[in-house]
């Protein structure tokens, strides 16, 4: 596992290197700035949903011990944290640290747990993507690694649903005995349905955001063709590691290289992924850093 570890470096670079070799930074810059101010507004309104189902999530992750208010605190100081972070792996600590401290070890095991769940969504989204972007990417067997791809989604959703099964299969597995959730509760069917519901929603409307930004940078491409591009370009970034503080880079590369498959603009593509890095993530990471000085006079108080 620590030579996987090392191989992120390199991987990452070599996406990033995409957007060197094929896009002119003076497009992007010639996008960004005649870009459609009222597309980008609505892309930017709809930010609240995946912010809201993320709470929504965590609070049901955590058993609801803690109040609602303590979940949306700790969401939006972890976008915070994980602008200064590789991958954006600092926004897990403020979902442990925030809360009452006799449920730290169980929001470990949350956190353990979202991130498993989280990932599911990834080889679900891209194998519903593949009968359609099969053909253009050369897949051989689109519907076969489609299905493939989603029972792959479905066992990673189930498993992180059951922790009581993957402690059953690390005894065969040693690997998985450090990614099973500490002291995790089976979910209930409802908060499955719940749970898959919130992920879906956030995901589709992160990929209906990236459509629209396609379309706010000059791609005037069918609704269709903006939609699997978006869904492909942010389910493959899924599966490659960014060591990159601030998560930038691997998104933009791999909006690149569809772009190129394409025969599209890339400068349109990367303008739009840098668009939406700065209303999914920089923006609630903005709204996260208001919290910090509120939350440190609050403290303040209550330790007077």
Known sequence: MGALRWLRIPVTLAVIGLVVWWVDAA???RALST?????????????????????????????RTQPVRTSIVAILLGYTAGVFTPARAGEWAPRILVGPAEHR?????????????????????????????????????????????????????????????MLVLAR?????????????RSLT??????????????YGVTIAQYALLFLAFGLREPVQDRVVGAGIVLSAKGFIPNVMVTDLGVREG???????VQGWDPALLVAASLALYGVNVLLPALIGATVIPARSRSERNTDG
Not at 189 to 202: D, I, K, P, T, Y
């Open 27 to 29: 497009a992007i810059w």
């Open 35 to 63: 870009g459609r101010a009222d597309l980008v507004a609505w892309a930017t309104a709809l930010v609240v949903v995946p912010v809201a189902c993320s709470v929504g999530i965590w609070h049901i992750l955590v058993g």
């Open 105 to 165: 070890t169980a929001r470990m095991g949350a956190a353990a747990r979202e991130f498993l769940l989280r990932f599911s969504i990834h080889p679900f989204v891209l194998g519903a993507l593949l009968p359609l972007a099969g053909p253009s990417l050369g897949v051989p067997w689109p519907v076969a690694s489609s299905i493939a791809c989603i029972l792959l989604a479905a066992a990673m959703f189930f498993l992180g649903a059951h922790p009581d099964v």
């Open 172 to 184: 065969r597995l040693p690997f998985l005995r450090s990614r099973v959730p500490a002291g995790a």
């Open 189 to 202: 069917g409802s908060e499955q349905g719940v749970l898959l519901m919130l992920f879906l929603v956030r």
């Open 254 to 260: 791999l909006a690149a290289f569809w772009a190129t």
